[in-house]
Protein backbone atom coordinates (compact mmCIF):
# COMPACT_ATOMS: atom_id res chain seq x y z
CA UNK A 1 0.00 0.00 0.00
CA UNK A 2 1.00 3.75 -0.61
CA UNK A 3 1.95 5.83 2.83
CA UNK A 4 -2.29 6.58 3.72
CA UNK A 5 -2.93 10.20 4.78
CA UNK A 6 -5.07 10.56 7.68
CA UNK A 7 -8.12 12.33 9.43
CA UNK A 8 -7.54 13.93 12.38
CA UNK A 9 -10.94 16.27 12.60
CA UNK A 10 -14.14 15.58 11.14
CA UNK A 11 -17.65 17.27 11.17
CA UNK A 12 -21.02 15.54 10.45
CA UNK A 13 -24.96 17.04 10.34
CA UNK A 14 -28.04 15.20 9.07
CA UNK A 15 -31.55 14.24 10.05
CA UNK A 16 -30.09 12.14 12.88
CA UNK A 17 -28.55 15.40 14.87
CA UNK A 18 -26.34 18.18 14.19
CA UNK A 19 -22.40 17.72 15.61
CA UNK A 20 -20.94 14.28 16.42
CA UNK A 21 -21.97 14.36 19.97
CA UNK A 22 -26.12 14.66 18.41
CA UNK A 23 -25.19 11.87 15.93
CA UNK A 24 -23.34 8.96 17.73
CA UNK A 25 -26.96 7.39 19.84
CA UNK A 26 -28.95 7.33 17.67
CA UNK A 27 -26.88 6.73 14.62
CA UNK A 28 -25.94 3.28 16.89
CA UNK A 29 -29.18 2.75 17.79
CA UNK A 30 -30.68 2.82 14.82
CA UNK A 31 -32.53 5.55 14.89
CA UNK A 32 -35.27 6.53 12.05
CA UNK A 33 -36.34 10.14 14.19
CA UNK A 34 -35.10 12.85 11.47
CA UNK A 35 -37.11 10.77 8.68
CA UNK A 36 -40.85 12.67 8.45
CA UNK A 37 -43.42 13.54 6.42
CA UNK A 38 -43.56 16.35 4.14
CA UNK A 39 -45.82 17.43 1.45
CA UNK A 40 -44.39 21.05 1.03
CA UNK A 41 -41.63 20.28 -1.54
CA UNK A 42 -43.96 18.15 -4.42
CA UNK A 43 -46.95 18.96 -5.00
CA UNK A 44 -50.01 16.90 -4.42
CA UNK A 45 -47.81 14.33 -3.08
CA UNK A 46 -46.49 13.60 0.40
CA UNK A 47 -42.98 12.05 0.68
CA UNK A 48 -40.64 11.10 3.97
CA UNK A 49 -37.53 13.51 3.57
CA UNK A 50 -34.80 13.06 6.55
CA UNK A 51 -34.70 17.22 6.69
CA UNK A 52 -31.89 19.53 8.97
CA UNK A 53 -33.41 21.15 11.61
CA UNK A 54 -34.42 25.04 10.60
CA UNK A 55 -31.98 27.83 11.40
CA UNK A 56 -29.07 25.74 10.05
CA UNK A 57 -26.61 29.14 10.51
CA UNK A 58 -26.92 32.90 10.75
CA UNK A 59 -27.04 34.50 7.24
CA UNK A 60 -23.79 34.92 5.55
CA UNK A 61 -23.56 38.81 6.32
CA UNK A 62 -20.08 38.79 5.09
CA UNK A 63 -20.57 36.82 2.11
CA UNK A 64 -23.88 37.32 0.90
CA UNK A 65 -23.56 36.94 -2.91
CA UNK A 66 -22.94 33.70 -2.07
CA UNK A 67 -25.57 33.05 1.14
CA UNK A 68 -27.67 29.66 0.65
CA UNK A 69 -29.00 27.00 2.71
CA UNK A 70 -26.14 25.00 1.30
CA UNK A 71 -23.25 27.50 2.56
CA UNK A 72 -24.99 27.70 5.72
CA UNK A 73 -24.58 24.15 6.55
CA UNK A 74 -21.00 24.50 5.62
CA UNK A 75 -20.46 27.34 7.85
CA UNK A 76 -21.76 25.50 10.85
CA UNK A 77 -19.80 22.02 10.19
CA UNK A 78 -16.52 24.76 9.64
CA UNK A 79 -17.58 25.75 13.54
CA UNK A 80 -17.49 22.59 14.63
CA UNK A 81 -13.68 21.92 13.64
CA UNK A 82 -12.52 25.13 13.49
CA UNK A 83 -9.61 25.01 15.96
CA UNK A 84 -7.98 22.01 13.87
CA UNK A 85 -8.76 24.07 10.79
CA UNK A 86 -6.76 27.33 11.99
CA UNK A 87 -4.61 25.29 13.48
CA UNK A 88 -3.67 23.58 9.97
CA UNK A 89 -3.67 26.74 8.20
CA UNK A 90 -1.17 28.31 10.67
CA UNK A 91 0.91 25.53 10.51
CA UNK A 92 1.01 25.25 6.67
CA UNK A 93 0.36 28.94 5.47
CA UNK A 94 -3.22 29.61 3.42
CA UNK A 95 -1.53 28.92 0.32
CA UNK A 96 -0.87 25.21 1.06
CA UNK A 97 -4.37 24.24 2.24
CA UNK A 98 -6.92 23.03 -0.48
CA UNK A 99 -10.68 22.94 -0.23
CA UNK A 100 -12.20 20.11 -2.60
CA UNK A 101 -15.59 19.50 -2.00
CA UNK A 102 -18.88 17.38 -3.20
CA UNK A 103 -22.29 18.65 -4.13
CA UNK A 104 -25.66 18.72 -6.25
CA UNK A 105 -27.47 21.46 -5.33
CA UNK A 106 -25.77 23.89 -4.41
CA UNK A 107 -28.24 27.06 -3.73
CA UNK A 108 -31.01 25.32 -5.90
CA UNK A 109 -33.36 26.22 -3.77
CA UNK A 110 -32.81 30.12 -3.14
CA UNK A 111 -33.04 30.00 -7.40
CA UNK A 112 -36.53 28.42 -7.14
CA UNK A 113 -38.10 31.07 -4.57
CA UNK A 114 -36.31 34.03 -6.84
CA UNK A 115 -37.93 32.54 -9.89
CA UNK A 116 -41.49 31.98 -7.70
CA UNK A 117 -41.11 35.56 -6.41
CA UNK A 118 -39.99 36.96 -10.12
CA UNK A 119 -42.99 35.12 -11.43
CA UNK A 120 -45.30 36.89 -9.04
CA UNK A 121 -43.64 40.40 -9.12
CA UNK A 122 -41.58 40.74 -12.39
CA UNK A 123 -38.51 41.47 -10.20
CA UNK A 124 -36.21 39.41 -8.40
CA UNK A 125 -35.93 39.38 -4.73
CA UNK A 126 -33.97 41.81 -2.67
CA UNK A 127 -30.77 39.95 -1.55
CA UNK A 128 -30.79 37.22 -5.00
CA UNK A 129 -27.68 37.00 -6.12
CA UNK A 130 -27.43 34.36 -9.24
CA UNK A 131 -23.96 33.08 -7.46
CA UNK A 132 -26.17 31.78 -4.67
CA UNK A 133 -26.79 28.68 -6.90
CA UNK A 134 -23.75 28.46 -9.14
CA UNK A 135 -22.41 24.73 -8.31
CA UNK A 136 -18.97 25.91 -7.45
CA UNK A 137 -19.85 28.28 -4.51
CA UNK A 138 -19.17 25.78 -1.92
CA UNK A 139 -15.96 25.87 -2.37
CA UNK A 140 -15.08 29.63 -3.08
CA UNK A 141 -17.38 29.86 0.22
CA UNK A 142 -15.04 27.75 2.65
CA UNK A 143 -11.93 29.33 1.11
CA UNK A 144 -13.22 32.82 1.56
CA UNK A 145 -14.86 32.39 4.98
CA UNK A 146 -11.30 30.63 5.88
CA UNK A 147 -9.24 33.15 4.01
CA UNK A 148 -7.43 30.66 1.80
CA UNK A 149 -5.72 30.89 -1.15
CA UNK A 150 -4.80 27.15 -1.84
CA UNK A 151 -6.56 24.78 -4.57
CA UNK A 152 -10.20 25.15 -4.14
CA UNK A 153 -13.01 23.36 -6.43
CA UNK A 154 -16.20 21.65 -6.38
CA UNK A 155 -16.80 18.05 -7.92
CA UNK A 156 -20.11 17.09 -8.73
CA UNK A 157 -21.06 13.49 -10.36
CA UNK A 158 -24.29 12.79 -8.53
CA UNK A 159 -24.04 10.88 -5.72
CA UNK A 160 -20.26 9.86 -6.19
CA UNK A 161 -19.51 13.62 -6.03
CA UNK A 162 -18.27 14.04 -2.15
CA UNK A 163 -17.24 10.82 -1.86
CA UNK A 164 -14.43 11.25 -5.06
CA UNK A 165 -13.32 14.45 -3.49
CA UNK A 166 -11.11 12.47 -1.12
CA UNK A 167 -9.12 11.37 -3.98
CA UNK A 168 -8.66 14.41 -5.59
CA UNK A 169 -7.67 15.72 -2.69
CA UNK A 170 -5.08 13.09 -1.88
CA UNK A 171 -3.90 14.00 -5.43
CA UNK A 172 -3.23 17.84 -4.62
CA UNK A 173 -1.11 16.42 -0.87
CA UNK A 174 0.83 14.20 -2.96
CA UNK A 175 1.73 16.09 -5.65
CA UNK A 176 3.34 18.93 -3.73
CA UNK A 177 0.21 21.26 -4.56
CA UNK A 178 -0.90 21.10 -0.93
CA UNK A 179 0.24 20.35 2.36
CA UNK A 180 -3.49 19.22 3.96
CA UNK A 181 -7.07 20.04 2.84
CA UNK A 182 -10.18 20.48 3.87
CA UNK A 183 -12.73 18.32 1.98
CA UNK A 184 -16.36 16.60 2.34
CA UNK A 185 -19.49 18.32 0.74
CA UNK A 186 -23.14 19.40 1.43
CA UNK A 187 -25.87 18.77 0.07
CA UNK A 188 -29.95 20.32 0.96
CA UNK A 189 -33.20 19.85 0.32
CA UNK A 190 -34.83 21.62 -2.56
CA UNK A 191 -38.00 20.82 -4.98
CA UNK A 192 -35.96 19.61 -8.07
CA UNK A 193 -34.42 16.86 -6.88
CA UNK A 194 -37.19 15.99 -4.96
CA UNK A 195 -39.60 16.28 -8.26
CA UNK A 196 -37.30 15.25 -10.10
CA UNK A 197 -36.18 11.42 -8.23
CA UNK A 198 -39.94 11.34 -8.40
CA UNK A 199 -40.24 12.02 -11.59
CA UNK A 200 -37.85 8.61 -12.33
CA UNK A 201 -40.50 6.97 -9.79
CA UNK A 202 -37.30 6.43 -7.64
CA UNK A 203 -38.98 7.67 -4.85
CA UNK A 204 -40.48 5.68 -1.76
CA UNK A 205 -43.99 7.57 -0.58
CA UNK A 206 -42.41 5.31 2.91
CA UNK A 207 -38.90 5.91 4.66
CA UNK A 208 -36.91 3.51 2.46
CA UNK A 209 -36.02 -0.41 2.87
CA UNK A 210 -32.92 -1.46 1.71
CA UNK A 211 -32.55 -5.04 -0.07
CA UNK A 212 -35.93 -5.72 1.24
CA UNK A 213 -38.21 -7.63 -1.09
CA UNK A 214 -40.14 -4.78 -0.32
CA UNK A 215 -38.10 -1.83 -1.16
CA UNK A 216 -39.73 0.86 -3.26
CA UNK A 217 -37.44 3.71 -3.85
CA UNK A 218 -35.13 6.30 -1.53
CA UNK A 219 -35.84 8.52 0.64
CA UNK A 220 -34.31 11.83 0.13
CA UNK A 221 -32.22 13.41 2.90
CA UNK A 222 -30.19 16.79 3.15
CA UNK A 223 -26.95 16.91 5.43
CA UNK A 224 -23.34 17.24 5.33
CA UNK A 225 -19.53 16.31 6.38
CA UNK A 226 -16.38 17.91 6.66
CA UNK A 227 -12.88 16.54 7.35
CA UNK A 228 -9.48 17.94 7.68
CA UNK A 229 -7.03 15.61 5.52
CA UNK A 230 -3.12 15.82 6.20
CA UNK A 231 0.15 13.68 6.46
CA UNK A 232 0.21 14.77 10.10
CA UNK A 233 -0.51 10.75 12.15
CA UNK A 234 -3.77 10.73 13.69
CA UNK A 235 -6.16 8.11 14.75
CA UNK A 236 -7.74 7.26 11.46
CA UNK A 237 -6.10 6.93 8.28
CA UNK A 238 -7.43 7.39 4.46
CA UNK A 239 -6.15 3.82 3.44
CA UNK A 240 -7.85 3.77 0.02
CA UNK A 241 -9.55 5.20 -2.68
CA UNK A 242 -11.20 2.84 -5.66
CA UNK A 243 -12.48 5.37 -8.97
CA UNK A 244 -14.36 3.99 -11.53
CA UNK A 245 -16.86 4.74 -14.47
CA UNK A 246 -18.82 2.27 -16.18
CA UNK A 247 -21.13 4.57 -17.96
CA UNK A 248 -23.57 1.80 -18.36
CA UNK A 249 -26.38 4.63 -18.68
CA UNK A 250 -27.07 7.71 -17.67
CA UNK A 251 -29.40 6.91 -14.91
CA UNK A 252 -29.52 2.79 -14.57
CA UNK A 253 -26.81 0.89 -13.06
CA UNK A 254 -25.20 -1.80 -14.81
CA UNK A 255 -27.54 -4.78 -13.58
CA UNK A 256 -24.29 -7.25 -13.13
CA UNK A 257 -22.64 -4.70 -10.70
CA UNK A 258 -19.21 -4.90 -12.61
CA UNK A 259 -18.67 -1.49 -11.89
CA UNK A 260 -19.53 -1.57 -8.61
CA UNK A 261 -17.02 -4.33 -8.12
CA UNK A 262 -14.28 -2.56 -9.91
CA UNK A 263 -14.66 0.59 -7.44
CA UNK A 264 -14.19 -1.97 -4.44
CA UNK A 265 -11.78 -4.19 -5.89
CA UNK A 266 -9.69 -0.75 -6.75
CA UNK A 267 -10.01 0.61 -3.09
CA UNK A 268 -8.92 -3.03 -1.50
CA UNK A 269 -5.42 -2.81 -3.87
CA UNK A 270 -5.00 1.14 -2.98
CA UNK A 271 -4.93 0.15 0.56
CA UNK A 272 -2.83 -3.04 0.08
CA UNK A 273 -5.93 -5.40 2.02
CA UNK A 274 -7.63 -8.30 1.27
CA UNK A 275 -11.60 -8.72 1.46
CA UNK A 276 -11.00 -10.48 5.04
CA UNK A 277 -9.53 -7.55 6.21
CA UNK A 278 -12.60 -5.38 5.92
CA UNK A 279 -14.67 -5.29 9.31
CA UNK A 280 -17.88 -3.58 8.28
CA UNK A 281 -18.90 -2.23 5.09
CA UNK A 282 -20.91 0.82 4.54
CA UNK A 283 -23.34 0.15 1.73
CA UNK A 284 -24.80 2.82 -0.84
CA UNK A 285 -27.81 1.06 -0.40
CA UNK A 286 -30.68 3.53 -2.09
CA UNK A 287 -33.49 1.04 -1.87
CA UNK A 288 -34.01 1.34 -5.75
CA UNK A 289 -35.17 -2.20 -6.85
CA UNK A 290 -31.95 -1.99 -9.88
CA UNK A 291 -29.41 -0.35 -7.52
CA UNK A 292 -29.79 -2.90 -4.40
CA UNK A 293 -29.59 -5.51 -7.04
CA UNK A 294 -26.46 -4.45 -8.79
CA UNK A 295 -24.47 -4.07 -5.31
CA UNK A 296 -25.44 -7.03 -3.39
CA UNK A 297 -23.68 -9.30 -6.35
CA UNK A 298 -20.81 -6.42 -6.80
CA UNK A 299 -20.73 -7.50 -2.70
CA UNK A 300 -21.21 -11.06 -3.27
CA UNK A 301 -18.74 -11.29 -6.18
CA UNK A 302 -15.97 -9.11 -3.82
CA UNK A 303 -16.54 -10.28 0.15
CA UNK A 304 -18.70 -13.41 -0.16
CA UNK A 305 -21.28 -13.58 2.78
CA UNK A 306 -18.74 -12.90 5.62
CA UNK A 307 -18.21 -8.67 5.45
CA UNK A 308 -20.96 -6.96 8.04
CA UNK A 309 -22.60 -4.63 6.32
CA UNK A 310 -25.69 -2.13 6.11
CA UNK A 311 -27.28 1.02 4.37
CA UNK A 312 -27.15 3.84 6.65
CA UNK A 313 -29.84 5.84 4.17
CA UNK A 314 -32.43 3.92 6.24
CA UNK A 315 -32.01 6.49 9.24
CA UNK A 316 -30.08 9.63 7.30
CA UNK A 317 -31.67 9.59 3.80
CA UNK A 318 -30.45 9.73 1.07
CA UNK A 319 -27.69 12.65 0.93
CA UNK A 320 -27.41 12.65 -2.95
CA UNK A 321 -24.13 14.30 -3.39
CA UNK A 322 -23.43 14.85 0.13
CA UNK A 323 -23.66 11.30 1.01
CA UNK A 324 -20.13 10.26 0.20
CA UNK A 325 -19.00 12.50 3.14
CA UNK A 326 -21.99 11.57 5.27
CA UNK A 327 -21.03 8.00 4.69
CA UNK A 328 -17.15 8.45 5.30
CA UNK A 329 -18.54 10.47 7.82
CA UNK A 330 -20.08 7.30 9.66
CA UNK A 331 -17.31 4.88 9.18
CA UNK A 332 -14.73 7.65 11.09
CA UNK A 333 -17.55 7.96 14.05
CA UNK A 334 -17.54 4.24 13.90
CA UNK A 335 -13.97 3.79 14.15
CA UNK A 336 -13.26 5.93 16.44
CA UNK A 337 -12.48 5.14 19.91
CA UNK A 338 -13.87 8.57 21.71
CA UNK A 339 -17.21 8.83 19.86
CA UNK A 340 -17.69 4.87 19.60
CA UNK A 341 -15.66 3.03 22.56
CA UNK A 342 -18.16 -0.21 22.19
CA UNK A 343 -17.27 -0.49 18.39
CA UNK A 344 -20.42 -0.27 17.79
CA UNK A 345 -21.54 -0.73 13.93
CA UNK A 346 -24.77 1.19 12.32
CA UNK A 347 -27.30 -1.50 11.79
CA UNK A 348 -29.36 -2.59 9.33
CA UNK A 349 -32.82 -1.25 9.32
CA UNK A 350 -35.08 -2.96 6.78
CA UNK A 351 -38.56 -4.99 7.79
CA UNK A 352 -36.49 -8.11 7.58
CA UNK A 353 -37.78 -9.62 4.36
CA UNK A 354 -34.99 -10.41 2.24
CA UNK A 355 -35.78 -10.51 -1.69
CA UNK A 356 -35.38 -14.31 -2.51
CA UNK A 357 -33.52 -13.07 -6.43
CA UNK A 358 -30.87 -11.64 -4.36
CA UNK A 359 -27.60 -12.91 -2.94
CA UNK A 360 -27.69 -12.99 0.91
CA UNK A 361 -25.78 -10.30 3.09
CA UNK A 362 -24.11 -9.77 6.36
CA UNK A 363 -26.43 -7.16 7.16
CA UNK A 364 -25.32 -5.57 10.86
CA UNK A 365 -28.08 -5.74 13.88
CA UNK A 366 -27.95 -3.77 16.63
CA UNK A 367 -25.64 -4.02 18.89
CA UNK A 368 -22.93 -6.07 16.31
CA UNK A 369 -19.55 -4.63 16.83
CA UNK A 370 -15.97 -4.37 15.23
CA UNK A 371 -13.52 -6.45 15.83
CA UNK A 372 -11.32 -5.65 19.14
CA UNK A 373 -7.99 -4.60 19.10
CA UNK A 374 -5.11 -4.07 16.12
CA UNK A 375 -6.04 -2.75 13.23
CA UNK A 376 -9.23 -2.35 11.54
CA UNK A 377 -10.50 -1.13 8.01
CA UNK A 378 -14.09 -0.12 6.96
CA UNK A 379 -15.62 0.38 3.67
CA UNK A 380 -17.53 2.93 2.05
CA UNK A 381 -19.55 2.44 -0.92
CA UNK A 382 -20.98 5.48 -3.54
CA UNK A 383 -22.34 4.86 -6.65
CA UNK A 384 -23.75 7.38 -9.04
CA UNK A 385 -25.69 7.88 -12.16
CA UNK A 386 -23.77 7.43 -15.34
CA UNK A 387 -21.96 4.64 -13.46
CA UNK A 388 -19.63 7.16 -11.54
CA UNK A 389 -18.61 4.97 -8.70
CA UNK A 390 -16.14 5.39 -6.41
CA UNK A 391 -15.33 3.37 -2.78
CA UNK A 392 -13.32 4.43 0.34
CA UNK A 393 -11.50 2.79 2.82
CA UNK A 394 -10.81 4.26 6.47
CA UNK A 395 -8.73 2.54 9.36
CA UNK A 396 -7.23 2.60 12.75
CA UNK A 397 -4.28 1.57 13.55
CA UNK A 398 -2.10 2.69 10.56
CA UNK A 399 0.03 5.69 12.25
CA UNK A 400 3.09 2.85 12.98
CA UNK A 401 3.63 3.45 9.09
CA UNK A 402 4.95 6.52 9.58
Known sequence: MTEPLFLPAMAVATCLGFGKSATVAPLFQGSRRGLVPRADLLPGRELYLGALPDGIAEPLTDLPELDCR?????????AEIEAPLREAI??????????????????????????DHRLRTDGWPEGYDYRQQETGNAAEFVARHLGLRGPAYVIATACSSSAKVFASARRLIRQGLADAAIVGGADTLCRMTVAGFSSLEAASAAPCNPFSRNRRGITIGEGGALFLLTREPAEIALLGVGEGSDAHHVSAPDPSGAGARAAMEAALADAGLTPG???YV???????????????RAMQAVFGAAAACSSTKAMTGHTLGAAG?????????TLSRQWNPEGRLPPHLWDGEADPELPRL??????DALPGGGRVACLSNSFAFGGSNCSLI?????????
Not at 70 to 78: D, G, I, P, S, V
Not at 282 to 296: F, K
Not at 327 to 332: F, K, T
Open 70 to 78: NNRLLAALL
Open 90 to 115: RAHGPHRVAVVLGTSTAGIAEGERAV
Open 277 to 279: EIA
Open 282 to 296: NLHGTATPLNDAMES
Open 325 to 333: AVEAAILWL
Open 362 to 367: AFAAPG
Open 394 to 402: LGRGWTECR
